[in-house]
């Protein structure tokens, strides 16, 4: 499934699409696409089709089939499921709610 060697691995989107989503301990859905900022490349974000309604990501942009757009920022890969980080989820819409807002580039913002 994923290749590599130490801590550097080779994870590519057949690995990643499908993947579950969990916050607080709870799967919360899974991973469907990514997002890539047209100008560098990195991925921005991780297009998630929700299992169920979910306050914490309520707050987040969703794409045209209605998924949820989770930050990059606030999630990691974990013995193959994507933990989503509440702390720096909070932190995020603290910063959207105060007027501060943050740019993944190409056509995602963080409002």
């Given at each position: 499934m994923y290749e590599g060697s130490g801590d550097l691995m080779n994870v590519t989107l057949s690995d990643i699409e499908g993947t579950k989503v969990i916050l607080r301990g709870r799967e919360v859905g899974e991973v469907k696409d990514l997002v890539l900022a047209t100008r560098t490349g990195r991925i921005i974000a991780l297009a998630v089709k929700p299992l169920r309604k979910v306050d914490s990501l309520e707050f987040l942009p969703r794409d045209q089939r209605g998924n949820v757009l989770v930050p990059a920022s606030v999630?990691?890969?974990?013995?193959?499921?994507?933990?989503?980080?509440?702390?720096?989820?909070?932190?995020?819409?603290a910063r959207r709610n105060s007027g501060r807002s943050e740019t993944g580039g190409g056509s995602c913002r963080w409002r």
């Open positions: 999630a990691v890969l974990r013995e193959g499921t994507i933990v989503i980080s509440e702390g720096k989820l909070k932190v995020l819409l």
